[in-house]
Each structure stands twice: as structure tokens, then as C-alpha cells.
């Protein structure tokens, strides 16, 4: 099939890569001239396990295109899918202005009948703007049909989550839509659930509020497990294993951050109270998510006493592990109020400084984990990269002036950690620092 993807971000550029290594004709659109001739030197301007080189496979194949005419790319093509971004305007709202800039581009342009998918996640009743927009810049009279079709990838394994997906969701209006889009997917053999258009876009705005409901969750147990010498990883364990609560997200730590969650919660908040619900449930959620920052920071005063003119090694600053993406990563506020205090901060992340280094100030960056460890007096773990817990310990510990270990990730061995000589700290789970 050939296929236009307008927006070159996550999204857009994993669906566009992963449509045309599925062995469609793909055009991969962006108004970012830059990134575009980045992209046709063979070059990702993400770090995302596995892109590069499937972008690369796939230009060279001649499947995948990358450019800047929309309007070629809109007359060559029978699908479009809108993957621009819906950034979060001052009061939550998503801000849809570059879907409809898309979609009246769309309209204004094409001759012949298209599909136009909706792949960025954007409020209930989107869809339906859409279509009032391309009916309403219609110089040619022609026929549109519109599909809601959210993206469930995650960043550091989207390639993989793309390819083999849980679920695909189509929320199509027409028949010959729904059938299009079903024939499109039908390689990579998932489940694949038709619906309605706007059950499809609310399914989106559902799926990552409930993800994050579960983080929060888990947070406030874990917090409960601190106050009574319980262990939230155990506690983890034991709801996990029923089947009906499952165990994946249930990882306490610093809170959710990135560009999804936050601004995904905060705009289901702000869809439900337009049509009349107050979401109190997904209220809380942000609290409590914005709470776990101000835990872990009061749990390092609670040890250090005074911050003033102390050395803090911070290890990780990505939201996540295997991403450069610093969006609303929880390292930022942790640093600030920690700087607030006085206190001196020597990070080191494998990937994400460069993104970092406009995103946090007066920090200094390091070279490896041991040069940001010397001389430190607590060391965090913010970030859960595979690269930290392969790390020698022993030989930081032996570098630092005192021992504390700020585990806000729960990812290392605490038994361990304690039999090194470090008084470990976790989030809801302190691995008994008096055996
Ligand atoms: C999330 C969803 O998982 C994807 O399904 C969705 O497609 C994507 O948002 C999106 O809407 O585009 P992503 O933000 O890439 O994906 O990352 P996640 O792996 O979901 O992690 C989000 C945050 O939650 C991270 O800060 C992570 O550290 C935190 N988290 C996750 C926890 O604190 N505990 C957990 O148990 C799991």
C-alpha cells in the first residue's frame, strides 16, 4: 500500500519505518527541513533501540521516503496518517492546531478520495473535527473518510511494541475504511479490535490514565511499606500474581515523567470535565505521582541533614532506561529541589546529557558513574539503566566520602548494596539496612 505519515516524531517515525519494513510505500513527512535531511543521510535523530538501522534497510530498499512536500506526498498516497504532536497548552488542554493545520492541508490538496488516520493522541471528538475540516476545504469534492488508530508503543522498545503489538485498535466510520486499514495490519498478526471512532480515541486517553493510576498506585504502597518496615516489592509480587491485577506496572519508584503520561492524565482530566465528570480518581494520580518527587527528596535530608555545598551524585536522567528523552523526566525536579538545598550535583546518564544540558542547569556532567561517584556523599539512582547494575560497587563505594545509597528505582540488589557497606534506601523498600 503506499502510505503518507505526517510528523516525524516517536510515533510518526516508528509507524512510518515499521509500515515500510512491512513492505508498503511509505512517505514520511515533517515541516522540520532539518531533521528530514538528517533522516535521508541514514541518520536518527532519536535514540530508539533498532530504528536506525531498520531506517536505513528500509530507504535503501526504496520503500521509505523522507521529505518535506506534503502535497507530493498527499497525491502519491491513498492513506494518511496524522502523527504530528499534541503538546500540552498552558490549562491541559491538548493543543490540536498542527492536526488541523494537517488535516486542511489535506483537504486543500487532494484530488482523489483518502483515508485519514488519526495515530497522535488526541480528545474524544477529534475525529469528527477532522472530518468538519475536510469537508469544510474541499475544493475538489473529494471523498474522505476518517479512522482513529492510537499508538500504544513505548519509547526504548518501540520497534518492538509496533511490530508485536497486545492490540491494534481501528475506529473507522466506514466499512471500506475498516477494511483498509485491517488488510494493512493483517502481517503482524495481533488481535486486532474494530470500533467506533471515538471509542478508539477514548480507549487511548483510558489505556494511559489507567497505566498511570496503576504507578500511583503502587507509589502510595510503597510509602505505606516505608512507614511500617514492609517490603513493596514483595507486596508487588504477591497482587501481582493474580491474574486479574497482573504484575507489569507496578514498579514504585519517583513517579511516571515523560511525554505521555503526565500530559495524557491532565488532558483526560480536562476531556472528562468538559463533558461534565469531575475525574477526581486520575486527580489524585497526579498527586500522588507528584508526591513521590518530595518523598525521595525528604528521604535524603532525612540521612544528609544539611544539603548546603554537599556532593550528590545523580546516576540516570532520562525518564526511563534505553531513551535520551528528558520530558518531564523526574530528575528534573528531584536536581532543583535538591540545588534549592545548596547541594552540589555530578550526574552521569549513558545517553541522555546532551538533551539534559538544556533542560537542567549548574549541574556538572560526568564521564562515567565512578568520576560522578568520587568524593560523593549519597549517590541516586534516578534512571534504571542496565549499565548501573553492572557497576562495580565496591570500587565506588571506596570513592566516596560517606555511603549513602538513594535507590529511586528499586533496581539494585539491596542485600548487596548493604553487604558493600552502603546504607541503602529504596522507595518502600529499604532491603533492612540494621541486619
Ligand atoms: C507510555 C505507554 O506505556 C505507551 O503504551 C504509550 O503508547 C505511550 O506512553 C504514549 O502514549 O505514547 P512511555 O511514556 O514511552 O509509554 O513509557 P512507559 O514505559 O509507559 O513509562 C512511563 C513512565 O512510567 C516512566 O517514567 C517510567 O519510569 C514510569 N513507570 C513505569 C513507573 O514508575 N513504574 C512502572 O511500573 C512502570
Known amino acids: 500500500m503506499d502510505i503518507t505519515v505526517v510528523g516525524t516524531g516517536y510515533v510518526g517515525l516508528v509507524a512510518g519505518t515499521c509500515f515500510a519494513d512491512m513492505g508498503n510505500r511509505v512517505f514520511c513527512v515533517d515541516i522540520d527541513s532539518k531533521k528530514i535531511g538528517m533522516l535521508n543521510d541514514g541518520k536518527c535523530p532519536i535514540y530508539e533501540p533498532g530504528l536506525e538501522p531498520l531506517i536505513e534497510k528500509n530507504v535503501k530498499a526504496k520503500r521509505l521516503f523522507f521529505t518535506t512536500d506534503i502535497k507530493k506526498a498527499i497525491n ?29 492541508t489535506i483537504a486543500e490538496t487532494a484530488t482523489e478520495p483518502k483515508i485519514v488516520v488519526e495515530k497522535s493522541t488526541v480528545p474524544v471528538e477529534t475525529g469528527e473535527r477532522i472530518a468538519a475540516v475536510l469537508k469544510l476545504y ?39 475504511a475498516r477494511k483498509k486499514l485491517g488488510e494493512l495490519y493483517s502481517p503482524l498478526k495481533a488481535k486486532i479490535l474494530f470500533t467506533d471512532v471515538k471509542s478508539a480515541e477514548i480507549i487511548k486517553h483510558a489505556s494511559n490514565s489507567f497505566l498511570a493510576t496503576k504507578i500511583s498506585f503502587i507509589n502510595a504502597i510503597a510509602d505505606i511499606c516505608d512507614n511500617t518496615g514492609a517490603d513493596v516489592k514483595l507486596v508487588a509480587e504477591g497482587m501481582g500474581l493474580d491474574a486479574r491485577i497482573g504484575k507489569s506496572f507496578l514498579n514504585p519508584g519517583i513517579g511516571y515523567g515523560g511525554f505521555c503520561f503526565p500530559k495524557d492524565v491532565e488532558a483526560f482530566i480536562r476531556i472528562a470535565e468538559k463533558k461534565g465528570y469531575d475525574f477526581r480518581l486520575l486527580k489524585e ?15 535524603i535530608e532525612q540521612q544528609l541533614w544539611n544539603l548546603n555545598n554537599k556532593k550528590i551524585c545523580v546516576l540516570g536522567l532520562a525518564f526511563k532506561p534505553n531513551t535520551d528523552d528528558m520530558r518531564f523526566a ?30 537542567i542547569r549548574g549541574i556538572e556532567f560526568c564521564s562515567n558513574a565512578y568520576a560522578a561517584a568520587k568524593d560523593a556523599e549519597a549517590l541516586l539512582v534516578l534512571t534504571e539503566w542496565q549499565e548501573f547494575l553492572e557497576l562495580d560497587f ?16 528499586n533496581c539494585l540488589d539491596s542485600k548487596k548494596m548493604i553487604s558493600l557497606g552502603f546504607k541503602y534506601f529504596g522507595m518502600g523498600s529499604q532491603g533492612n539496612n540494621c541486619l
Open 76 to 104: 502519491e498516497t491513498e492513506i494518511i496518517f496524522i502523527a504530528v504532536g499534541t503538546p500540552p497548552k498552558p490549562n491541559g488542554d491538548a493543543d490540536l492546531s498542527f492536526v488541523e493545520n494537517v488535516a486542511k
Open 138 to 176: 474541499n475544493p475538489h469534492n473529494v471523498v474522505f473518510e476518517v479512522v482513529s488508530n492510537p499508538e500504544f508503543l513505548r519509547e526504548g522498545s518501540a520497534v518492538k511494541d509496533f511490530l508485536v503489538p497486545d492490540r491494534i485498535v481501528i475506529g473507522a466510520s466506514s466499512e471500506h
Open 394 to 409: 565496591k570500587k565506588i563505594r571506596a570513592s566516596m566520602k560517606t555511603h549513602f545509597l538513594f535507590d529511586g528505582r
Open 285 to 299: 494520580v497526579q498527586e500522588i505521582n507528584h508526591a513521590q518527587r518530595k518523598i525521595f527528596v525528604k528521604k
Open 330 to 359: 523526574p530528575s528534573i525536579d528531584i536536581i532543583k529541589m535538591l540545588q534549592d538545598e545548596g547541594a552540589k550535583i555530578f550526574a552521569y546518564d549513558p545517553v541522555a546529557m546532551e538533551r539534559a544540558k538544556s533542560e
